[in-house]
């Protein structure tokens, strides 16, 4: 059964694969959807959430599910702020960014995955800045579990690159990572090896999600 965080379809998988779907196939595409969303850093499927998110007292802060669909709500030190007093217009929507239209974010951070008022001293408490919206893209996974959620809207090369990783996982199943050849008699056989910092089982699908990677201050 296809999961909302599946990038790509088990059917998909296995057309490429030349084998039926079974429970396998299926590990596998939630496991390069997985594997890629943390390589990215960040959740691709839709969802609305509530984010505690830094903003180092600029005009601006980096949410972390893009592209952003519709903010619900920002609250400051408790207090809802006025929908007019920030923006996602434009291009700041796609690349995650909500815009403040008049004076600055208040100066929070994270810190030892906690969210602090100054980036220089005391702790704070999570009212400091909140922000609930909806964000992420409709992924394969979801519209097969909801058919009204379609079409797809999943960039073609993070899909791509989800069927590249999870036909890799399922060629690698039960082989030795650390086995580049193998022989017996007048057979053999080499495995590519990864590269150096290489993160996926697949490099192409590594190269194709590198674009989509979400950098964040710490």
Known sequence: MARP?????????????????????????????????????????????????????????????????????????????????YTIAGDLAAGGLLYRLAGLWPETAHVGGLVTLTVDSRQGHPGALAVTYTGGFVTPGQVAGDASLGPATLPAEVEEAAILEACALYRGRGRDSDVSAESLGDWSVSYREKSAGQRLASLRAELLVAPHVLWRAS
């Open 5 to 85: 965080t599946d990038l790509c379809l088990a059917a998909t998988v296995a057309a490429d694969l030349g084998v039926p779907v079974d429970p396998h196939v299926e590990r596998c595409v939630s496991a390069a959807s997985g594997a890629i969303a943390a390589l990215c850093g960040r959740a691709f499927e839709r969802a609305t959430v509530t984010e505690f998110p830094a903003s180092y007292a600029r005009p601006y802060v980096l949410l972390a599910r893009p592209p952003l669909v519709e903010v619900l709500r920002v609250t400051e030190a408790g207090e809802l702020l006025d929908a007019t007093a």
